[in-house]
């Protein structure tokens, strides 16, 4: 039997530092990753044949949980007739048809591969729109790897020597500081002024990459507002939020419209997929009725546009509504596992999503996010983990729970969290 050490050790030799992506990584908790064999709703087992309940759910793509019968059954059928043919097809119209059904702001959808592709070509779109450059975006935002908006970004960029990312800007070696000039930093639920050479604000309507941190009051109407007065494009990031957050995302939860919204991760089912969508007079800028070029072979893809459909199908508002009240229910238990230990942390919850922040305030900023204690995290992932609990690996990550999570689920969770817990308050101890 292979051992995720042995494996880990093989990975390291084909793949940079292990892993195809950095938020898989153990470097900000220390230790070897699990390498996942196999799963199957709330639950996953890596190769040595070790079980774990699930918080990650693949970062949010996995919302119906691991293997879900209809999700699979749907991309089987998909694959029997073909893979990819670039070329239309039927299911690319459905998808696109119920995003704009659930979003009524999108009205034009493109299909993309990923939600990076997704922010990359909104920003490009809103440019090519309004013939500005400038775009604002928020430090703690995380919009995927894009030049233009990786700096001072959340996630595992959160995790990077400092000396990479001098003043957050670039927020990546290898991006010269020209792709970043036309980029301006806010602190998030700090609506800015703008003036006319900005083509866009990009936000995340709740932040959910610097742990969790919703949006204030106003915060995302002045957005709506201030770029209404300036003639700039607001784009809401929901690709964690969207058909997540309820039926039609956090636009509908806030009642703020975006005039472009990004997808991913849930519009998949598990697959990789990205979208994009909004006013129709700003997408038909998009080639080949405009002068602004998107293409891409995979879009569209038949497996993941099945996949998705069978995903956004198993999703009504009672089923938003349940998962939510999981969500919350799990988020209180926590919180009573700190407490009981006399650990500060504030458990928040934003809809289905859980952040942690190890301290005994809220954040609102990155900068208050940051101050999480990012080494009492990896402790309390390790002791989770021993336990049969999985968390992402890195303090600035939520949990994803799902319609796999039932009672059963939530309540081993928050047993296990009791003790981890308490071990965390023993290891402050014997500091």
Same mark, same amino acid.
């Given at each position: 039997m292979t051992t995720n050490e042995e494996l880990f050790e093989r990975a390291q030799r084909a793949i940079p530092g292990g892993v195809n992506s950095p938020v898989r990584a153990f470097r900000s908790v220390g230790g070897t990753p699990y390498f996942v064999a196999r799963g199957e709703g709330a639950r996953v087992w890596d190769v040595e044949g070790t079980e774990y309940l699930d918080l990650v759910q693949s970062y949010g793509a996995v919302i119906a949980g691991h293997a879900h019968p209809r999700i699979v059954e749907a991309i089987r059928a998909a694959a029997g007739d073909g893979t990819s043919y670039g070329a239309p097809t039927a299911r690319e119209v459905l998808l696109a048809e119920e995003i704009g059904r659930r979003v009524p702001s999108c009205e034009k959808v493109r299909m993309v591969s990923s939600g990076t592709e997704a922010t990359m070509t909104a920003l490009r779109l809103a440019r090519g729109a309004t013939g500005r450059s400038r775009v604002v975006k928020f430090a703690g935002n995380y919009h995927g790897h894009g030049d233009a908006l990786l700096a001072e970004s959340g996630s595992a960029v959160a995790h990077l020597d400092p000396a990479h990312s001098p003043g957050g800007v670039p927020g990546s070696a290898g991006v010269p500081p020209a792709a970043v000039t036309d980029t301006v930093i806010a602190p998030y639920n700090d609506v800015p002024e703008l003036d006319d050479t900005v083509a866009c604000v990009i936000v995340e309507p709740v932040a959910a990459n610097m742990g969790l941190v919703a949006p204030g009051e106003g915060f995302l109407a002045g957005l709506r507002a201030e770029c209404d007065r300036?003639?700039?494009?607001?784009?809401?990031?929901?690709?964690?939020? &969207?058909?997540?957050? @309820?039926? +039609?995302?956090?636009?509908? !939860? %806030? /009642?703020?419209?975006? =005039? $472009?919204?990004?997808? &991913?991760?849930?519009? @998949?089912? +598990?697959?990789?997929?990205? !979208? %994009? /969508?909004?006013?129709? =007079? $700003?997408?038909?800028?998009?080639?080949?009725? @405009?002068?602004?070029?998107?293409?891409?072979?995979?879009?569209?893809?038949?497996?993941?546009?099945?996949?998705?459909?069978?995903?956004?199908?198993?999703?009504?508002?009672?089923?938003h509504r349940w998962i939510t009240g999981q969500a919350e229910r799990l988020a209180a238990g926590l919180q009573q596992a700190f407490a009981a230990a006399g650990v500060d942390a504030v458990v928040a919850t934003a809809g289905p999503l859980i952040g942690l922040h190890l301290g005994a305030t809220a954040p609102t900023t990155y900068a208050e996010a940051r101050t999480t204690d990012e080494a009492g995290y990896a402790t309390f992932f390790h002791a989770m983990l021993r336990r049969g609990v999985a968390m992402a690996p890195g303090a600035y990550e939520v949990m994803f729970p799902g319609l796999a999570h039932d009672d059963a689920v939530v309540d081993r969770i928050v047993e296990v969290a009791g003790e981890a817990a308490l071990e965390l308050a023993a290891s402050r101890r014997a500091r």
């Open positions: 300036v003639g700039a494009v607001l784009i809401f990031d929901e690709v964690i939020t &969207g058909f997540r957050l @309820g039926w +039609g995302g956090a636009q509908e !939860a %806030f /009642g703020v419209t975006p =005039d $472009l919204t990004c997808f &991913g991760k849930v519009i @998949g089912g +598990g697959l990789n997929v990205g !979208a %994009f /969508g909004g006013r129709a =007079d $700003l997408m038909d800028h998009l080639a080949p009725l @405009g002068p602004v070029y998107q293409a891409g072979t995979l879009s569209g893809n038949p497996l993941a546009t099945a996949a998705g459909l069978a995903a956004l199908d198993l999703l009504d508002r009672d089923a």
